[in-house]
T-cell receptor, first 118, second 111 residues
């Protein structure tokens, strides 16, 4: 299957700093990528839909100024957590689909990035 | 809206069967099933696109009743490797490609 790579896998930062997480599709072009957030023992909560060459679409309740998403190319999307605070500590996972056009194809997930804000 | 999964947790012995259900309050375009091991990313199991469709993946199969807005995942003759948390993801739009995941069902298979 298609491969999605996420980096870094773990990051620890001080409160108030910004952290960037990269999501790359290694062997396919992803016009759309999705960013999820998962707290311990909870489900994956969709944060935003990242579209190549355009602004991300954020889910209700997600602060777009805090979680900056950039989809600069067909193989790379980045999530920047700005001015991180301890409550932002979580497991962030990106996903991408190989399907072109409308409809939902199989989602391929990155390995996830565990953020710990001290 | 988030689909509802049941049961929340299941404990099995190797070789036993299990059924995990996923219900939505809105019409569904497709249902996806994933398994996640602790500390890892979810792994794709299968997609069901049509009402009444059934699919199989080794000893894991699923059904999708479009009218009832429900899907069920069937695990037969469970193996230790089946342990993990199972999520259903639903797509109610058919256009955006984004999934809303259920709260998960934790499956533990014991020897």
């Amino acid at each position: 299957g298609a491969v999605v790579s996420q980096h870094p896998s773990r990051v620890i930062c001080k409160s108030g700093t910004s952290v960037k997480i990269e999501c790359r599709s290694l062997d396919f072009q992803a016009t759309t990528m999705f960013w999820y957030r998962q707290f311990p023992k909870q489900s994956l909560m969709l944060m935003a839909t990242s579209n190549e060459g355009s602004k991300a679409t954020y889910e209700q309740g997600v602060e777009k100024d805090k979680f900056l998403i950039n989809h600069a190319s067909l193989t790379l999307s980045t999530l920047t957590v700005t001015s991180a605070h301890p409550e932002d500590s979580s497991f962030y996972i990106c996903s991408a689909t190989t399907r072109q056009g409308p409809g939902t194809g199989e989602l391929f997930f990155g390995e996830g990035s565990r953020l710990t804000v001290l | 809206q988030q689909p509802v999964q049941s049961p929340q947790a299941v404990i099995l012995r190797e070789g036993e069967d299990a059924v995990i259900n996923c219900s939505s309050s809105k019409a569904l375009y497709s249902v996806h099933w994933y398994r996640q091991k602790h500390g890892e990313a979810p792994v794709f199991l299968m997609i069901l696109l049509k009402g009444g469709e059934q699919k199989g993946h080794e000893k894991i199969s699923a059904s999708f009743n479009e009218k009832k807005q429900q899907s069920s995942l069937y695990l037969t003759a469970s193996q230790l490797s089946y342990s993990g948390t199972y999520f259903c993801g639903t797509d109610g739009s058919g256009n955006t490609g984004k999934l809303i995941f259920g709260q998960g069902t934790t499956l533990q298979v014991k020897p």
